[in-house]
């Protein structure tokens, strides 16, 4: 069963029938054929148990980049680094898993310069195909 992106205020999203390990497997590999590289990422499960000593469900945050992309946007806004890179999560919930991605054109309209429109648009053309190729 294939479900449709679904978008939020913030970001896009997309309820798969597949394990986490899968889901992130997948999403690497998506990511990669879009033209992305994950520069960091951060297994909130892990952290949180290591700084809180609490138990939370498997969730990652992937720190994505499209190098290109990425150098045009700051060639039009030297500060735009303090919005990269975009994330990208991988979490479970109620025995399915949740792949999201921000939606650059939000996060990026809080900055005010219209020349980051389109390759805001680009980014979440890139984004919006990722998640639906999952």
Known sequence: MRTQVAKSSYGFSKTVEMSYAEAVDKT???????????????DIKEKLKEKLGVDFRN?????TCNPPL??????????IGLLLPCNVIVYEANGRTVV???????????????????????VNEKLRRMIESI
């Open 100 to 122: 999201s991605a921000v939606d650059a054109a939000k996060m990026l309209s809080v900055v005010g310069n219209a020349e980051l429109e389109g390759t805001a648009q680009q």
């Open 70 to 79: 990425a150098y045009d946007t700051l060639q039009k806004e030297i500060n």
């Open 59 to 63: 969730y990652i945050i992937l720190g």
């Open 28 to 42: 690497r590999a998506a990511l990669k054929d879009e033209g992305f590289g994950v520069l960091c990422e951060i």
